[in-house]
T-cell receptor, first 115, second 110 residues
Framework: GAVVSQHPSWVICKSGTSVKIECRSLDFQATTMFWYRQFPKQSLMLMATSNEGSKATYEQGVEKDKFLINHASLTLSTLTVTSAHPEDSSFYIC???????????FGEGSWLTVV | QQPVQSPQAVILREGEDAVINCSSSKALYSVHWYRQKHGEAPVFLMILLKGGEQKGHEKISASFNEKKQQSSLYLTASQLSYSGTYFCGIDSDSWGKLQFGAGTQVVVTP
């Protein structure tokens, strides 16, 4: 079964509204989680590193005020797309690494469509 | 920096073999291989850690040459289910932050 769960799996929202996506590690604690974005027919691009109890680290070119990341507990990170626009429509996916191993688990991904 | 994957795409007949390469300009801690089918999340295939190991999963195997900073994924006796886009993800610092290659689209035909 899934070890990293994402919710919602898809969402449609109106332009200008905010959308929150959750990423949960189900049976392990993850002090660090990662958020990726994937446009159609493209690769997964790392957006940010989510750190439990501290600020997220954003990759170059990713607006931190637009993509708010909160990692309030050892099993939950959230990504909020603020004031969403159609160009933010994409597949967003998170990942987490078990502290005890090297395997990185991905969530099921969330399809965001902004209309 | 993104690793470079090649080829971009490959078309195989069922039972044929293929090799997908992934090379990096940075020193690597580990290489992760995933397969993604259209509209779905990537599925983990295998991880290779520095030390030049080789791994396999059924008829899919991979090697990791730490010195050359590259990894190869071998699809042997391909099956229809092998179709999809294969991504290599590289981890340079062991934290789990992956930089992905552009992907290799594999189409296996009957």
């Amino acid at each position: 079964g899934a070890v990293v769960s994402q919710h919602p799996s898809w969402v449609i929202c109106k332009s200008g509204t905010s959308v929150k996506i959750e990423c949960r590690s189900l049976d392990f604690q993850a002090t660090t989680m990662f958020w990726y974005r994937q446009f159609p027919k493209q690769s997964l691009m790392l957006m940010a590193t989510s750190n439990e109890g501290s600020k997220a680290t954003y990759e170059q070119g990713v607006e931190k005020d637009k993509f708010l990341i909160n990692h309030a507990s050892l099993t939950l990170s959230t990504l909020t797309v603020t004031s969403a626009h159609p160009e933010d429509s994409s597949f967003y996916i998170c990942s987490a690494r078990r502290e005890s191993g090297n395997t990185i688990y991905f969530g099921e991904g969330s399809w965001l469509t902004v209309v | 920096q993104q690793p470079v994957q090649s080829p971009q795409a490959v078309i195989l007949r069922e039972g044929e073999d293929a090799v997908i390469n992934c090379s990096s300009s940075k020193a690597l801690y580990s290489v992760h291989w995933y397969r993604q089918k259209h509209g779905e999340a990537p599925v983990f295939l295998m991880i290779l850690l520095k030390g030049g190991e080789q791994k396999g999963h059924e008829k899919i195997s991979a090697s990791f040459n730490e010195k050359k900073q590259q990894s190869s994924l071998y699809l042997t006796a391909s099956q229809l289910s092998y179709s999809g886009t294969y991504f290599c993800g590289i981890d340079s610092d062991s934290w789990g932050k992956l930089q992905f290659g552009a992907g290799t689209q594999v189409v296996v035909t009957p």
